[in-house]
């Protein structure tokens, strides 16, 4: 049986799915982005009158979708150090990878969880970056 998480710190889901679910004492997190809960705001980003992308700041996103992954780890009974897997997604591989790596190897000097980065044409919401993680649960 799985159980379903909605942390009330992280941003709403923009679809009909929980932040994450416990199988066992495994935890899947759904897709995580940058945006701050309760506010259709992302960090670093600015939009054109039509929601198109004007600009944005890689490194700003990077530290939200970490901090929203910890909010959702901490409502669901586990933590930073219990990732095991993390699946990431880039809009911009080119321009991006070096800074999100640089800011990766910050938050992970101590757990290295496995780590698959790929570039993506576009995400759901106009966001640069998002997580997929893995972890278990004490």
Not at 29 to 41: A, D, F, N, Q, Y
Not at 57 to 72: D, K, L, T
Request: charged content about 20%; aromatic content about 8%.
């Amino acid at each position: 049986m799985a159980d379903s998480i909605q942390s009330d710190k992280a941003p709403e889901p923009v679809g009909a799915y929980p932040h994450a679910r416990r199988v066992g004492n495994l935890l899947f997190l759904s897709g995580v982005g940058p945006r701050k809960r309760g506010s259709k705001e992302i960090p670093g980003v600015t939009l054109d009158a039509n929601g198109s992308i004007i600009a944005y700041n890689i490194e700003a996103q990077c530290h939200s979708v970490f901090q929203n992954v910890r909010y959702i780890l901490e409502a669901s009974g586990s933590r930073w150090e219990n990732l095991v897997d993390v699946t990431v997604f880039l809009t911009n591989m080119k321009d991006d990878f070096p800074k999100f790596n640089k800011i990766y190897a910050e938050y992970f000097k101590d757990n290295q969880p496995c780590r698959t980065t790929v570039e993506v044409n576009a995400l759901p919401t106009p966001i640069a970056i998002e997580l997929k993680c893995i972890a278990t649960v004490d």
